[in-house]
């Protein structure tokens, strides 16, 4: 059974850091790109950061490009999200996904698979 879990999520202030992490297990993710969408309240679904399976290109949402930073560790099959100087409209539930599609087309919003969930509050 594949299963994506997050963890690391909670309450902060705006300004301070949060890092969530996400580990993958039940099949090989060889080849596999990681990443993360959120969802707030009221709002769709949307992408906020991709990584290649080797780790060697990222995609980023605008939003977020130069506040947050994606990283893996492919042989442990995880993902982290490194999120600086947080703001309350980053209030949402933080999901990981799994696919194999480019980088490119990660901003449409499908994956193959996902993780439950996170949620992040930034209080101002």
């Known amino acids: 059974q594949v299963q994506l879990v997050e963890s690391g999520g909670g309450l902060v202030q705006a300004g301070d850091p949060l890092r969530l992490s996400c580990a993958a297990s039940g099949r090989p993710f060889a080849g596999y790109a990681m990443g993360w969408f959120r969802q707030a309240p009221g709002k769709e679904r949307e992408f906020v950061g991709a990584i290649s399976w080797r780790g060697d290109s990222t995609l980023y949402a605008d939003s977020v490009k130069g506040r947050f930073t994606i990283s893996r560790d492919s042989a442990k099959d995880t993902v982290n999200l490194q999120m600086n100087s947080l703001k309350p409209e980053d209030t949402a539930v933080y999901y990981c996904?799994?696919?194999?599609?480019?980088?490119?087309?990660?901003?449409?919003?499908?994956?193959?698979?996902w993780g439950q969930g996170t949620q992040v509050t930034v209080s101002s």
């Open positions: 996904a799994a696919d194999l599609r480019p980088l490119s087309i990660w901003s449409q919003g499908r994956s193959e698979f």
